[in-house]
C-alpha cells in the first residue's frame, strides 16, 4: 500500500511540476510525457530505500 502512495503522489507532483514547468518555458504541456516521467521518478523513489539498506555497512558495536 505504501508503494501505491508514492506512485499516486508522484503522478500528482509530477503533473503539477510539469504544467508550472511549461508554462514557465512557455512550451506546450503533455501531459502523457510528464505521467511517464513521474512514474519513472516515482518507482526510483521506491526503490532508493531498498538499495540504501543493503549497501549500507554493518557496524558492530563492541
Known sequence: MKYLAVLFWAVVLG???GFIGSALTHAQYDP???LIVSVIFGVIISLVP???ANSS???ENK
Open 15 to 17: 503533473q503539477v511540476a
Open 32 to 34: 502523457i510525457v510528464t
Open 50 to 52: 531498498a538499495i540504501l
Open 57 to 59: 555497512p554493518k557496524h
